[in-house]
């Protein structure tokens, strides 16, 4: 299980990586596009190194590249023990992963429930909706916004402006009941202990392409305390969808999953139809480590 | 009981006239027995027995009655109760596990026994300890009263409320129509409080639908029980602090006399965010073992009303110093009780003492059931039954019944039986 090489294949919207080991197991992440600086850096990290060390992994390699990195080296894991990921994080904790896609009709036709819109809406019976207005408010406008929600039952108001004054949204937290979700541009876990201790968000919205899976289930950990859910942002390619559900598998407090609509070249790309939802849940993973299998030549071929 | 009251002065003497006390050297007491025999009386603690209590009820499969009787040198007996649902045995063992803080010594130093069993413990009390200690407590507070000839209220200096003890019962209608019988039930029986749930399990964050069907459901019950009968709604901590806020706001209109455990009890700060956002009066602590793990809320100003079991909280020494401990905060005590009639009557006399009180539970119903009605064939009177929307006090000493081992071991134990298990329909592990 020694690392020998790490491959990255630069993508518009992520970066893909693979590892091998010296006795040739491959293991598969993704994350948000990186730098080719970050690429050799985590290069000069990793080779060598026991597959298995991705704890130590997530102390020395930053940035986005630490989500691949950790993605590859779990499904490596996972491979070798042949089981998938979810198992060797003591998983599964539940059956199906509910999921949350942007608002369309098409999205309605493919079987989703659950629906991110950026701004006020008209509820629909059997629907739900998380609004999410992509940090654009100030914090006086957000609290605004939060209140006049408050009739209409939205799951959460998602990132109604940047975070990192607490101060400031603590002021939104208080004075409305509409949950808030923020997490997606962290950088550092203490960021998400600061917003649980000051009582200000009430969905854990990490992004699986840029935290991974072990950094999210750690945050989940401290989230569970305070009775918070976590609900990962993705926005990125598929194979961070197959690492959110098995991420989604080894949590107690997970709620939903973001994922981008499923399409054909998706599909294609990791070997199988992991993003396609029925009734508004995605399907749990089987196979080992994280249950895809790259297809290679379509992944060097996209844009 | 009338003979040994006449005669208490005498083994009620405390050890410095050691004429009246056995020598010491013939004592086979605990230490703590013996560091306390100059001061103590001459009654003896001679036997600690346990039993297990099965009825053969659905409701009560998963909470077997755990009781204790203690025995003294002088004939007397007490008889306490720390039945903890789904966990029957663990505390039946841990009642066992005391016998040696007791045997030999003197019941009388109640609160002695409770500091010695809690701090001698080590590992302060969670669930199963404190339910122990509760069961103990009660006894020994039995035994208190009877050898004082006094109901034991009268000994915590109530009664407050000479008619008794406000109380409510369950309401478990599913429609209009059955909660329009409950309010005629209600208003027959003089019955002034009921509380009932929310329907079905919830997730961290909730949809739109579950939010409506809950709201309407605590809406229709108003509507249908009226205005005048006084209504607590239990989220039974199965809604997240997210979800929660928005119940209790939503409700506001209601006008509830409290909702019970919107959230679960280990974090006290985010009780205190779905308390600060709502006027709805927030109740919670049936799980909290001792006084100690109540004085958060208390001092943070998080609730307002503290529901501490007598069986779990550590007897009637803890939920009187609950009770006295939020009194000055203005906060009013509403204790739960689900379990067995012994730990129910016991908190009668505690609330018949509370300045703070504000209403007891028994988990039955405006009609009389199975439960009940056994009861009612251990003790010879309607148990916790109210007149006119009271529970009445009793009149004789200790905790004021007589019950024989015969009677209880007419429903032998059938092992412990766990509560209920729900799930999510992804699978994964609800809170009911």
Known sequence: MIIEKLEAFPKSSFTAVKLTTRDGAVGWGECLPATPTAIAAATKTLVGQEASR?????????????????????????????????????????????????????????????????????????????VDPERKL?????????????????????????????????????????????????????????????QVIDVVRLDISRHGISTIRKAAALAETYYIAVAPYHAGGPIATAAALHLAASLPNFFIQQVPLADPARAELVGGDIERVKDGFLTLPTKPGLGIEVNEGTLRRMA | ME??????????????????????????????????????????ITGVKVFGVTLPIKEALDRPYCFVKLETNQGVVGWGEGTLEGKAAAVLACIEDFKEFLIGADPMLVEHHWQSMYVHSFYRAGPVIGSAMAAIDQALWDIRGKLLGMPVYKLLGGPYDPEGVRGYYHVRASNPAEMREVRAKAKELGVTCVKSGIPGYYEWIETREKIN??????????????????????????????????????????????????????????????????????ATGERLVAAYSCRELVEMGVVDIIQTDINHVGGITALWKVAAM???????????????????????????????????????GVVAGEKEKIWEEWFGFPAMRMVNGKFPLPTKPGLGFELTEAQVKKYPFQGTKPMARVFHQDGSVAAW
């Open chain 2, 213 to 282: 069907r809950a709201v309407n459901g605590m809406r229709t019950l108003r509507e249908n029980l009226g205005p005048e009968i006084d209504i607590g709604i239990d989220f039974h901590a199965k809604t997240s602090p997210a979800v929660a806020s928005i119940l209790v706001k939503e409700v506001e209109p209601l006008n509830l006399l409290f909702v019970e455990e919107p959230c679960p009890p280990e974090n006290v700060a985010a009780m205190r965010k779905i308390s600060s956002r709502s006027t709805t009066p927030i």
């Open chain 2, 326 to 364: 939020a009194e000055p905060s203005g906060i009013k005590i509403a204790p739960h009780a689900c379990e067995g009639p012994i730990g129910a009557l016991a908190t009668v006399h505690v609330d018949s003492a509370m300045p703070n009180f504000l209403v007891q539970e028994i988990c039955s």
């Open chain 1, 138 to 198: 100030s914090a006086g406008q957000a609290s605004s916004l939060a209140a006049s929600l408050e009739k209409s039952l939205p799951l959460w108001l998602d990132e109604p402006c940047p975070p990192a004054n607490l101060g400031a949204i603590k002021k939104i937290a208080t004075e409305s009941v509409t949950p808030l979700g923020w997490g997606r541009g962290v950088t550092n876990l203490s960021e998400v202990q600061n917003m649980l201790r000051e």
């Open chain 2, 3 to 44: 003979p040994m009251n006449m005669q208490r002065r005498d083994f009620l003497s405390v050890g410095c006239g050691c004429a009246l006390m056995p020598q010491a050297a013939q004592e086979s007491g605990p230490l703590g027995a013996a560091a306390m025999r100059s001061v103590g009386t001459k009654v003896r």
């Open chain 1, 54 to 130: 991705y704890e130590w992994a997530r102390t020395q390699v930053h940035g986005p590249m630490s989500a691949a990195v950790n993605m590859a080296m779990l499904d490596i894991c996972g491979k070798v023990a042949k089981a998938p990921v979810y198992q060797l994080l003591g998983g599964p904790t539940r059956n199906k992963v509910r999921a949350l896609t942007g608002w369309s009709e098409k999205a309605l036709a493919a079987g989703h429930r659950a629906f991110v819109v950026p701004g006020t809406y008209t509820p629909r019976d059997g629907l739900d909706f998380v």
